[in-house]
Protein backbone atom coordinates (compact mmCIF):
# COMPACT_ATOMS: atom_id res chain seq x y z
CA UNK A 1 0.00 0.00 0.00
CA UNK A 2 2.88 2.50 0.87
CA UNK A 3 4.28 1.79 -2.45
CA UNK A 4 0.75 3.82 -3.79
CA UNK A 5 0.33 6.15 -1.37
CA UNK A 6 2.14 8.81 -3.59
CA UNK A 7 -0.17 7.93 -6.60
CA UNK A 8 -3.11 7.97 -4.92
CA UNK A 9 -2.81 11.45 -3.39
CA UNK A 10 -1.80 12.71 -6.75
CA UNK A 11 -5.33 11.31 -8.18
CA UNK A 12 -7.04 12.47 -4.80
CA UNK A 13 -5.53 16.04 -5.53
CA UNK A 14 -5.81 16.26 -8.83
CA UNK A 15 -10.00 15.17 -9.05
CA UNK A 16 -10.10 17.84 -6.29
CA UNK A 17 -8.38 20.29 -8.58
CA UNK A 18 -10.65 19.49 -11.50
CA UNK A 19 -13.76 19.92 -9.24
CA UNK A 20 -13.11 23.03 -7.57
CA UNK A 21 -11.93 24.76 -11.25
CA UNK A 22 -14.95 23.62 -12.62
CA UNK A 23 -17.03 24.65 -10.07
CA UNK A 24 -15.75 28.13 -9.99
CA UNK A 25 -15.83 27.84 -13.84
CA UNK A 26 -20.13 27.24 -13.90
CA UNK A 27 -22.07 30.49 -13.66
CA UNK A 28 -19.78 32.01 -16.78
CA UNK A 29 -20.02 28.44 -18.86
CA UNK A 30 -24.54 28.80 -18.47
CA UNK A 31 -24.59 31.68 -20.75
CA UNK A 32 -24.83 30.04 -24.16
CA UNK A 33 -24.95 32.29 -27.69
CA UNK A 34 -28.29 31.09 -29.45
CA UNK A 35 -28.59 31.50 -32.95
CA UNK A 36 -31.63 30.99 -35.68
CA UNK A 37 -30.46 28.05 -37.96
CA UNK A 38 -31.84 28.64 -41.68
CA UNK A 39 -31.44 25.39 -44.09
CA UNK A 40 -31.72 21.96 -42.93
CA UNK A 41 -28.91 20.78 -40.15
CA UNK A 42 -29.59 17.81 -37.55
CA UNK A 43 -28.18 18.22 -34.38
CA UNK A 44 -24.73 16.57 -34.91
CA UNK A 45 -23.68 18.65 -38.42
CA UNK A 46 -21.89 21.47 -38.61
CA UNK A 47 -23.18 24.40 -39.24
CA UNK A 48 -22.36 27.19 -41.64
CA UNK A 49 -21.43 30.66 -40.75
CA UNK A 50 -23.87 32.44 -43.11
CA UNK A 51 -26.86 29.58 -41.87
CA UNK A 52 -26.73 30.95 -38.49
CA UNK A 53 -28.21 34.63 -37.08
CA UNK A 54 -27.49 35.82 -33.67
CA UNK A 55 -30.39 35.75 -31.15
CA UNK A 56 -28.93 36.60 -28.38
CA UNK A 57 -26.66 35.37 -25.41
CA UNK A 58 -28.49 33.86 -22.32
CA UNK A 59 -28.74 31.31 -19.80
CA UNK A 60 -32.20 29.95 -21.64
CA UNK A 61 -33.01 29.88 -25.12
CA UNK A 62 -35.22 32.11 -27.14
CA UNK A 63 -38.36 30.88 -29.27
CA UNK A 64 -36.99 31.80 -32.40
CA UNK A 65 -39.00 31.88 -35.18
CA UNK A 66 -40.40 28.74 -37.38
CA UNK A 67 -39.99 26.52 -34.56
CA UNK A 68 -42.48 23.22 -34.22
CA UNK A 69 -40.72 19.53 -33.80
CA UNK A 70 -38.74 18.11 -36.24
CA UNK A 71 -35.28 16.72 -36.85
CA UNK A 72 -33.56 19.40 -38.06
CA UNK A 73 -31.99 22.86 -35.84
CA UNK A 74 -34.19 26.02 -35.72
CA UNK A 75 -32.44 27.19 -32.38
CA UNK A 76 -28.98 26.16 -31.04
CA UNK A 77 -26.53 27.19 -28.74
CA UNK A 78 -22.90 27.86 -29.05
CA UNK A 79 -20.34 28.21 -26.56
CA UNK A 80 -17.90 31.79 -26.14
CA UNK A 81 -15.57 29.48 -27.89
CA UNK A 82 -17.51 29.09 -31.19
CA UNK A 83 -18.35 32.42 -31.44
CA UNK A 84 -16.06 35.99 -32.65
CA UNK A 85 -16.22 39.15 -31.23
CA UNK A 86 -18.68 40.23 -34.36
CA UNK A 87 -21.32 37.60 -32.56
CA UNK A 88 -21.01 35.44 -35.74
CA UNK A 89 -19.63 31.35 -35.50
CA UNK A 90 -15.93 31.73 -36.06
CA UNK A 91 -16.01 29.24 -38.99
CA UNK A 92 -18.00 26.59 -40.77
CA UNK A 93 -17.28 24.06 -38.72
CA UNK A 94 -18.77 24.27 -35.50
CA UNK A 95 -21.36 21.70 -33.92
CA UNK A 96 -24.13 23.29 -31.48
CA UNK A 97 -23.73 22.83 -27.97
CA UNK A 98 -27.09 22.83 -27.69
CA UNK A 99 -30.46 22.67 -29.91
CA UNK A 100 -33.30 23.25 -27.52
CA UNK A 101 -36.01 23.85 -30.79
CA UNK A 102 -36.14 22.32 -33.75
CA UNK A 103 -38.07 22.06 -37.61
CA UNK A 104 -39.33 19.77 -39.92
CA UNK A 105 -38.47 21.33 -42.98
CA UNK B 1 21.85 8.64 -9.93
CA UNK B 2 21.57 6.68 -6.51
CA UNK B 3 19.53 3.94 -7.30
CA UNK B 4 17.58 4.72 -4.03
CA UNK B 5 16.95 8.28 -4.81
CA UNK B 6 16.15 7.08 -8.73
CA UNK B 7 13.20 5.25 -7.08
CA UNK B 8 12.39 8.51 -4.87
CA UNK B 9 12.69 10.78 -8.25
CA UNK B 10 10.64 7.95 -10.05
CA UNK B 11 8.06 8.27 -7.65
CA UNK B 12 7.64 11.58 -7.49
CA UNK B 13 7.63 12.41 -11.29
CA UNK B 14 5.09 9.41 -11.84
CA UNK B 15 2.97 11.25 -8.85
CA UNK B 16 3.42 14.20 -10.89
CA UNK B 17 2.17 12.86 -14.23
CA UNK B 18 -0.95 11.09 -12.60
CA UNK B 19 -1.62 14.65 -11.07
CA UNK B 20 -1.45 16.14 -14.88
CA UNK B 21 -3.37 13.07 -16.61
CA UNK B 22 -6.17 12.97 -13.98
CA UNK B 23 -6.89 16.63 -13.67
CA UNK B 24 -6.98 17.08 -17.43
CA UNK B 25 -9.07 13.77 -18.10
CA UNK B 26 -11.32 14.87 -15.38
CA UNK B 27 -11.77 18.82 -16.50
CA UNK B 28 -12.67 17.16 -20.39
CA UNK B 29 -14.94 14.72 -18.59
CA UNK B 30 -16.59 17.21 -16.54
CA UNK B 31 -17.07 19.93 -19.11
CA UNK B 32 -17.27 17.52 -21.99
CA UNK B 33 -19.74 19.29 -24.38
CA UNK B 34 -17.48 22.43 -24.02
CA UNK B 35 -14.15 20.08 -24.87
CA UNK B 36 -16.28 18.45 -27.91
CA UNK B 37 -17.22 21.41 -29.39
CA UNK B 38 -13.31 23.05 -29.02
CA UNK B 39 -12.73 20.37 -31.13
CA UNK B 40 -14.83 20.93 -33.53
CA UNK B 41 -13.19 24.36 -33.96
CA UNK B 42 -9.82 22.83 -34.94
CA UNK B 43 -9.45 22.26 -38.30
CA UNK B 44 -6.72 19.14 -37.78
CA UNK B 45 -9.06 17.22 -36.03
CA UNK B 46 -12.30 18.48 -36.32
CA UNK B 47 -13.63 15.45 -37.94
CA UNK B 48 -12.70 13.25 -35.21
CA UNK B 49 -14.22 15.31 -32.84
CA UNK B 50 -16.52 12.89 -30.95
CA UNK B 51 -14.43 10.15 -30.65
CA UNK B 52 -11.80 12.38 -29.77
CA UNK B 53 -13.80 13.95 -27.15
CA UNK B 54 -13.97 10.57 -25.46
CA UNK B 55 -10.82 9.04 -26.17
CA UNK B 56 -8.31 11.29 -24.93
CA UNK B 57 -9.51 11.50 -21.54
CA UNK B 58 -10.17 7.55 -21.67
CA UNK B 59 -6.31 7.75 -22.70
CA UNK B 60 -4.96 9.76 -20.22
CA UNK B 61 -6.80 7.84 -17.16
CA UNK B 62 -5.48 4.87 -19.08
CA UNK B 63 -1.79 6.26 -18.60
CA UNK B 64 -2.74 7.80 -14.92
CA UNK B 65 -3.39 3.90 -14.54
CA UNK B 66 -0.24 2.06 -15.28
CA UNK B 67 1.79 5.40 -13.71
CA UNK B 68 0.25 4.28 -10.41
CA UNK B 69 0.92 0.36 -10.40
CA UNK B 70 4.93 0.19 -10.03
CA UNK B 71 5.29 -2.71 -11.91
CA UNK B 72 3.47 -1.27 -15.05
CA UNK B 73 5.61 1.99 -14.31
CA UNK B 74 7.65 1.74 -17.70
CA UNK B 75 4.93 1.03 -19.82
CA UNK B 76 3.20 4.16 -18.27
CA UNK B 77 5.82 6.87 -18.81
CA UNK B 78 6.74 5.37 -22.33
CA UNK B 79 2.69 6.32 -22.68
CA UNK B 80 3.03 9.26 -21.49
CA UNK B 81 5.83 10.26 -23.83
CA UNK B 82 4.09 9.39 -26.87
CA UNK B 83 1.28 11.47 -25.53
CA UNK B 84 2.97 14.19 -24.97
CA UNK B 85 4.45 14.11 -28.03
CA UNK B 86 1.71 13.91 -30.00
CA UNK B 87 0.37 16.85 -27.79
CA UNK B 88 3.02 19.24 -28.01
CA UNK B 89 2.63 18.37 -32.16
CA UNK B 90 -0.47 19.21 -31.89
CA UNK B 91 0.28 22.95 -30.18
CA UNK B 92 3.29 23.39 -32.51
CA UNK B 93 0.27 22.81 -35.26
CA UNK B 94 -2.43 25.40 -33.50
CA UNK B 95 0.73 28.14 -33.64
CA UNK B 96 1.85 27.81 -37.01
CA UNK B 97 -1.87 27.41 -38.57
CA UNK B 98 -4.48 28.83 -36.35
CA UNK B 99 -3.45 30.30 -33.24
CA UNK B 100 -6.77 32.39 -32.95
CA UNK B 101 -8.34 29.38 -32.08
CA UNK B 102 -9.08 28.54 -28.12
CA UNK B 103 -6.93 25.68 -26.83
CA UNK B 104 -9.12 22.21 -26.00
CA UNK B 105 -7.15 21.42 -23.61
CA UNK B 106 -7.94 20.40 -19.70
CA UNK B 107 -9.07 22.85 -16.92
CA UNK B 108 -6.28 25.47 -15.80
CA UNK B 109 -4.31 24.69 -18.67
CA UNK B 110 -6.43 25.96 -21.16
CA UNK B 111 -5.76 29.73 -19.59
CA UNK B 112 -1.72 29.56 -20.90
CA UNK B 113 -1.78 31.39 -23.92
CA UNK B 114 0.14 28.70 -27.15
CA UNK B 115 3.82 29.72 -26.09
CA UNK B 116 3.32 28.77 -22.95
CA UNK B 117 1.54 25.68 -23.73
CA UNK B 118 4.24 24.49 -25.89
CA UNK B 119 7.15 25.22 -23.17
CA UNK B 120 4.89 23.40 -20.74
CA UNK B 121 3.96 20.37 -23.02
CA UNK B 122 7.95 20.17 -24.43
CA UNK B 123 9.01 20.23 -20.44
CA UNK B 124 6.57 17.39 -19.51
CA UNK B 125 7.70 15.62 -23.08
CA UNK B 126 11.65 15.70 -22.13
CA UNK B 127 10.38 14.64 -18.39
CA UNK B 128 8.76 11.66 -19.21
CA UNK B 129 11.50 10.88 -21.57
CA UNK B 130 13.98 10.70 -19.19
CA UNK B 131 11.88 9.25 -16.56
CA UNK B 132 10.86 6.15 -19.41
CA UNK B 133 15.11 5.66 -19.77
CA UNK B 134 15.60 5.95 -16.02
CA UNK B 135 13.24 3.03 -15.15
CA UNK B 136 14.39 1.13 -18.28
CA UNK B 137 18.19 1.24 -16.43
CA UNK B 138 16.18 0.65 -13.13
CA UNK B 139 15.69 -2.77 -14.29
CA UNK B 140 19.97 -2.93 -13.48
CA UNK B 141 19.23 -3.18 -10.28
CA UNK B 142 17.36 -5.22 -8.22
CA UNK B 143 17.32 -5.44 -4.51
CA UNK B 144 18.60 -8.81 -3.43
CA UNK B 145 17.70 -10.64 0.22
CA UNK B 146 21.52 -11.48 1.93
CA UNK B 147 20.41 -14.09 3.62
CA UNK B 148 18.33 -15.88 0.83
CA UNK B 149 20.01 -14.60 -1.80
CA UNK B 150 16.78 -14.11 -3.66
CA UNK B 151 15.26 -10.88 -5.48
CA UNK B 152 12.94 -8.98 -2.82
Known amino acids: MKKYFLGIIAVLLAVGFSAFTNIKAKPESTDLYWFQISNKYTQTQMVKQADATFLQQSATAPLGSGCFTGIYDCVA ?10 NQLIDNSQVPTSVPRTKSN | MKPVKKTIAIDIISALFILLFVYTATSKLFEHNTFKAILSASPLIASKANILSWLLPILELFTAALLLIPSFRKFGFLTSFILMLLFTGYVAYMILFAKDLPCSCGGVISQMTWSQH ?35
Open chain 1, 77 to 86: GFTANQVNSS
Open chain 2, 118 to 152: LIFNIFFTALAFVSWRLTIRNKLFIAIDRKSRTPV
